[in-house]
């Protein structure tokens, strides 16, 4: 099993804002964080937003990072404070997924020639902020070169932020084939790591089920899935430090091996490096808790046998031919040729029904 580490570096401001508010002091600690992953072995992506690369303090932080072949670099879109800003600023409107895709390609395409610029690289992997991302940020994003996307919460939905109902989503990584196409770009693959996120009790899916079972009215008016979270019945875990204490990250570990998971996708925030910059640090003991939670997990990763791998080296592992999904023209999904082949379509996702199985 492998263990990649995902960090969106992002302005301190916790929330919508206007993009003159926006600071980027937290990167300052960044430091701080690659002395503690260095301690295991582990070399992180960092996806960075506009204000972060706007800021000529904190790219130069992440630029020695970069060239001592501390980390690696990727994009992370807030489009509240990604140029142009044509928008209103809002909710709705802060799910890149949302916008138009005329209007989401120019500010994915501002905020990825800003990276190119300022650290001479061409960035390869992406998370869309608030998890705001479709079929459509997909494409937009393979336009720019993209071969990599960690977007997906796998069995949660943010639709009553406005945003994408990644439900029927397993924590598992797939392969998704487009075509050629006239506007640019010709055909590619990308492959998407989702954020590991699963059940403490039972296998995967049967919970999610369960879970969506529950959610239905009447009996999502009692809450019944909450009180058996709280129970400790069907407790879904994020394997991340800002949210889960390192014994429940370690029981998601043990039941991914169990279920034959292979990669393992630990996501945080930089804004946790600084007190007062996110609703999990708001103090000083809150953030010292954060990185001892960090540092106790990666040990208990350690004896458990994982091994820390970079982004781009897990992505050389690739699904066999019944994980990729082939996007084509509008129509209907269907096999081909040991493929899964999905039209775009406006509202849907096309991975509902991939379970993939890496080598």
């Known amino acids: 099993m492998k263990l990649v580490v995902t960090v969106d570096v992002e302005e301190d401001q916790w929330g919508v804002e206007?993009?003159?508010?926006?600071?980027?002091?937290?990167?300052?600690?960044?430091?701080?964080?690659?002395?503690?992953?260095?301690?295991?072995?582990?070399?992180?992506?960092?996806?960075?937003?506009?204000?972060?690369?706007s800021d000529p303090r904190a790219v130069s932080i992440l630029r020695e990072i970069l060239d001592g072949g501390g980390c690696e670099i990727g994009m992370h879109c807030h489009p509240w404070n990604t140029p142009p800003?044509?928008?209103?600023?809002?909710?709705?409107?802060?799910?890149?997924?949302?916008?138009?895709?005329?209007?989401?390609?120019?500010?994915?395409?501002?905020?990825?020639?800003?990276?190119?610029?300022?650290?001479?690289?061409?960035?390869?992997?992406?998370?869309?902020?608030?998890?705001?991302?479709?079929p459509e940020v997909?494409?937009?994003?393979?336009?720019?070169?993209?071969?990599?996307?960690?977007?997906?919460?796998?069995?949660?939905?943010?639709?009553?932020?406005?945003?994408?109902?990644?439900?029927?989503?397993?924590?598992?990584?797939?392969?998704?084939?487009?075509?050629?196409?006239?506007?640019?770009?010709?055909?590619?693959?990308?492959?998407e790591l989702p954020a590991t996120i699963g059940y403490l009790h039972g296998e995967f899916e049967a919970c999610a089920r369960l879970v969506r079972g529950l959610e239905r009215t009447p009996l999502r008016q009692l809450k019944v899935a909450g009180i058996l979270s709280k129970l400790r019945l069907l407790r879904k875990v994020w394997l991340s430090?800002?949210?889960?204490?390192?014994?429940?990250?370690?029981?998601l570990v043990r039941q991914m091996m169990s279920q034959g998971y292979e990669i393992l996708n630990l996501v945080f925030h930089s804004t946790s490096l600084q007190k007062g910059c996110n609703p999990f640090v708001r103090t000083e003991a809150d953030k010292q808790r954060f990185l001892e939670n960090l540092h106790r997990f990666l040990g208990l990763m350690k004896e458990e046998g994982v091994m820390c791998t970079t982004l781009s080296e897990?992505?050389?592992?690739?699904?066999?031919?019944?994980?990729?999904?082939?996007?084509?023209?509008?129509?209907?999904?269907?096999?081909?040729?040991?493929?899964?082949?999905?039209?775009?379509?406006?509202?849907?996702?096309?991975?509902?029904?991939?379970?993939?199985?890496?080598?």
């Open 138 to 191: 997909a494409k937009n994003i393979v336009r720019l070169g993209y071969r990599i996307d960690t977007s997906i919460t796998p069995y949660t939905s943010w639709a009553e932020c406005y945003g994408p109902d990644f439900s029927r989503f397993s924590p598992q990584p797939y392969e998704v084939t487009y075509p050629p196409v006239a506007d640019g770009y010709s055909g590619t693959s990308l492959l």
């Open 85 to 134: 800003y044509e928008e209103r600023l809002n909710n709705y409107n802060s799910m890149l997924c949302n916008l138009p895709a005329t209007l989401q390609f120019e500010k994915l395409q501002r905020l990825h020639e800003a990276i190119q610029n300022n650290f001479e690289i061409t960035p390869i992997a992406f998370r869309s902020g608030r998890w705001g991302f479709d």
């Open 241 to 251: 430090p800002e949210m889960e204490t390192p014994v429940r990250m370690i029981q």
């Open 314 to 359: 897990a992505a050389r592992l690739r699904p066999s031919p019944l994980n990729r999904v082939q996007i084509i023209c509008e129509g209907r999904a269907e096999r081909r040729a040991g493929c899964h082949v999905f039209v775009t379509s406006s509202n849907r996702f096309w991975p509902s029904y991939v379970k993939p199985r890496w080598r």
């Open 18 to 53: 206007p993009p003159r508010y926006a600071t980027a002091q937290n990167v300052r600690w960044l430091p701080t964080l690659q002395k503690l992953l260095h301690e295991f072995g582990s070399i992180p992506t960092y996806l960075l937003t506009y204000p972060v690369v």
